[in-house]
């Protein structure tokens, strides 16, 4: 199956919405979106996410299915070299690399800094539980640190967006093809930081790391994947990290939102 998560927009932070090249870019991206093959779509409760998923969903007819923990990732903390209180990232790189629990993917949650805040892991395992949810109604199933693939009847039509918000499963169109994978596809529209959250559970990586060093622009394309080459085993892997070609392909700049050095245009 794929998984393709979808940034928001370029924000306007202080309405929770879009600035107006926010909505030029959601518009392009819908150019892009529209023929996707998307099983369903889900959407962060935030008006940002719901904004731009709001150009595609009206031109393919569908609705999102909308999680509550999808919402950015904003636990706050103080910086300890800047003293600013905010988002859990953007940290110093002569603070952060010099843990070394910050590279190691269960270890960066005994840091001082991390766990500052009460609120924060447990927000982070409700992330990790959200998305095995949603897995697990695919037939994909934690195993230890990949995915056991269950065979689910062949089924059409997914699961309606109401359903969500009354406790049900999600329930997916798990046509199998010749490799025996499922052909469903998913797409989330959030943030970049739950994007990381989410990133790091699947790929098994410190979500520090890709805090730290990622960038996925506003409207920003990352697909991951699973490969399943052994029986029922299934692992993650990605295909495309923070893509915004259908920007550059429509003539609208990359937003640098959340980046702190000159985005290429190319």
């Not at 056991?148 to 918000?165: I, R």
Request: hydrophobic share 35%; proline share 6%.
């Amino acid at each position: 199956m794929k998984i393709i998560f979808v940034r928001h927009g370029d924000p306007d932070y202080e309405h929770d919405t879009l600035t107006e090249k926010g909505i030029r870019e959601a518009k392009l991206l819908s150019d892009r979106t529209v023929n996707w093959p998307v099983t369903q779509f889900y959407c962060s409760p935030l008006g940002r996410a719901q904004k731009t998923a709001s150009y595609t969903l009206e031109r393919v007819g569908r609705e999102a299915i909308t999680h509550d923990w999808m919402k950015e990732f904003f636990y706050p903390i103080e910086d300890p070299v800047t003293g600013r209180v905010g988002v859990p990232w953007d940290f110093m790189p002569e603070y952060w690399t010099n843990i070394p629990q910050m590279y190691d993917r269960e270890g960066w949650k005994e840091t001082e800094i991390y766990r500052s805040n009460p609120a924060l892991l447990p927000a982070y395992a409700e992330v990790c539980e959200g998305i095995d949810n949603i897995l697990a109604s695919y037939g994909y199933r934690r195993h230890h640190n990949y995915y056991l693939h269950e065979n689910l009847s062949t089924q059409k039509g997914a699961e309606q967006p109401a359903a969500a918000q009354s406790g049900a499963p999600d329930h997916a169109d798990n046509t199998t093809n010749t490799t025996g994978q499922t052909d469903s596809t998913i797409v989330i529209f959030c943030h970049l930081g739950v994007t990381c959250v989410m990133m790091s559970h699947l790929l098994g990586i410190s979500p520090a790391l890709l805090f730290h060093s990622l960038y996925l622009a506003p409207t920003s394309v990352t697909i991951l994947g699973t490969e399943e080459r052994r029986g029922n085993i299934a692992q993650f892997r990605a295909q495309v990290i923070g893509d915004a070609s259908h920007l550059t392909k429509g003539g609208e700049p990359i937003s640098a939102a959340g980046y702190f050095t000159d985005v290429f245009q190319g």
